[in-house]
């Protein structure tokens, strides 16, 4: 009997695992390594649930996975690109800019790397080799034409979204968004919205929706068609995704409407702490006092913020009792307090789990931002561009930051936020509450991440969990067709109407005019 048994559980996991064995394909074109840690951590949970990934990025995996397969098809060049100092604009001078001018700006970006994925030699050495997958997931980000990669290789095509669910993946898979709460990702509003700031929502959703449809998806369209002739066209392929893998959470984003193939996965790019390196280990455990963790995220230099930025940040830092770590970018930060310790690098994640640890002060990036609520510590954000004003305004609203602009720092402004950050428990409860709703959940998310990759390479894709909505014209979507139908039956009764009230009037009054002659 316990043979028999056994014999048939070693013949099940045999199945299993020859039967789970997948070849996925995992593209993630865009050269900054915000997006690249997210995708690394997809393709390295992929290959240690036992799969063959094969990952499309500007970067290189040095430590691949030690189970599963994994493979790099990097497309060198791009961060060169990236790199180039004299290209990099300066985030500082930036972060004033409106955010209708990144609307059209982000057309030329999303176009210009669109079409350089194409043309790279790896990519088109990939396309040329007659492999197989078995699914494809690609970065949903000013890329739309990439999407004829599922067409391509006739797999289910599954999206990923870095930023939770937004404008540029909501229509392809019909999933509402209601002006009225929800804010744009390039605004810096949180979901309760006052009424200018729906006005601008609004006029900003409106602005996005037409620059998307009438200027950047013909684009694509042309792009894919020049390296993909025989391919349907962009709004045939664009509306196809079997599942959208969304990097957001409740416990760090708002509450928002997801159609059900959306998949919140938000936290599973954070791992358990590690150890720290001895020297920062030391620094940390020696601080009684506790520690701040300071770092504008990987895309930001701070050496390029000006005189007066800097010291109306070091005068108050310096000034505490608490010990602090600045992630900046050269060898030597002007009039730097004996109490900080600056570095090019820093192991962010097992920093912000040290149990000394006090404050973050950071550009509120979505990864830092994940990352200080799965710690638990509170933040001070200075927010310069993209969602990190956004994230800043939803942080804060939550209660476990204090926000400020670059533009308007002083001392006093800065002491005052740093004390109330450091001395007022609220804000770390706050934060700490967040955190315990991120722990709390049915199953970790990269488990989640594997379930649906698997499940939708399973049934090869998944057309029941997609709304009819995805497939309805815009005015139909609204309901403009019934409301101008009812309208005019309104307006054709009351005519009707009007026309047979006039008619009796009148007959009664000549029945009336006729007596009184009689
Ligand atoms: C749309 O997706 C389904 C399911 O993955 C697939 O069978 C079909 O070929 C796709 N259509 C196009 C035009 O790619
Ligand atoms: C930490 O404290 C110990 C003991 O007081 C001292 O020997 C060591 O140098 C300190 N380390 C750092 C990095 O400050």
């Not at 609307?103 to 396309?127: C, D, I, W």
């Not at 900046?328 to 600056?342: A, F, R, S, Y």
Request: charged share 20%.
């Amino acid at each position: 009997m316990k043979y028999t048994a056994l014999l048939a559980l070693s013949i099940l996991l045999l199945f299993l695992n020859s039967a789970q064995c997948s070849k996925i394909l995992i593209v993630f074109p865009i050269a900054a390594p915000s997006h690249y840690i997210l995708g690394n951590a997809l393709a390295r949970g992929l290959a240690e649930a036992g799969h063959d990934v094969t990952m499309v990025s500007p970067f290189e995996e040095k430590n691949p996975p030690k189970k599963g397969k994994y493979r790099d098809v990097v497309l060198t060049g791009f961060l060169d690109e990236r790199n180039d100092a004299s290209k990099r604009p300066n985030f500082f001078q930036m972060a004033e800019t409106s955010p209708f001018f990144f609307l059209f700006f982000m057309n030329s970006v999303g176009n210009e790397y669109t079409r350089k994925m194409f043309a790279h030699p790896n990519f088109q050495a990939l396309l040329k080799s007659d492999e197989q997958f078995d699914v494809v997931i690609l970065e949903q980000f000013i890329n739309d034409a990439h999407k004829v990669l599922a067409y391509h290789y006739k797999t289910p095509l599954i999206l990923f979204s870095t930023i939770g669910p937004n404008a540029w993946v909501n229509n392809l898979v019909g999933n509402p968004s209601p002006p009225s709460y929800v804010p744009d990702v390039f605004l810096s509003y949180d979901s309760h919205m006052d009424f200018k700031q729906r006005v601008v929502n609004w006029l900003f959703t409106v602005a996005a929706e037409l620059n998307r449809h009438l200027i950047f998806f013909p684009a694509q369209n042309k792009i894919l068609k020049e390296y993909f002739p025989d391919a349907p066209d962009l709004s045939e392929l664009n509306y196809n995704a079997s599942l959208v893998l969304l990097n957001s959470h409740e416990s760090v984003n708002d509450a928002v409407p997801h159609v059900p193939n959306m998949i919140d996965i938000g936290g599973y790019h954070v791992n358990p702490p590690k150890e720290l390196p001895k020297d920062l280990k030391q620094f940390m455990d020696n601080a009684t006092e506790g520690v701040i963790y300071f770092s504008l995220g990987s895309n930001i230099q701070p050496s390029q913020m000006s005189e007066s930025m800097r010291k109306a940040i070091l005068g108050p830092l310096g000034k505490l009792k608490q010990k602090v770590l600045w992630k900046w970018d050269e060898d030597t930060l002007p009039g730097k307090p004996d109490n900080v310790k600056i570095s090019k690098w820093f192991p962010q994640q097992d920093i912000l789990a040290h149990p000394n640890i006090k404050l973050f002060i950071t550009h509120g990036g979505l990864l830092s931002t994940t990352e200080t609520i799965y710690h638990g510590v509170p933040i001070l954000a200075f927010p310069l561009l993209g969602d990190q004003k956004m994230n800043a305004a939803r942080a804060e609203m939550n209660g476990y930051c204090i926000t400020m602009q670059f533009s308007e720092l002083t001392e006093e402004k800065v002491t005052d936020a740093l004390n109330k950050l450091l001395n007022n428990p609220q804000y770390r409860e706050n934060v700490k509450r967040r955190s315990r709703l991120m722990h709390d959940r049915p199953v970790k998310p990269m488990d989640l991440a594997v379930y649906w990759t698997e499940f939708v390479i399973r049934h090869k894709g998944a057309p029941h969990l997609k709304v009819a909505g995805v497939d309805l014209p815009w005015y139909k979507y609204l309901l403009l067709d019934v409301i101008s139908f009812v309208i005019l039956v309104i307006i054709g009764c009351s005519l009707i109407l009007r026309v047979i009230v006039r008619k009796i009037f009148c007959s009664r009054k000549k029945t009336a005019d006729k007596l009184k002659q009689n």
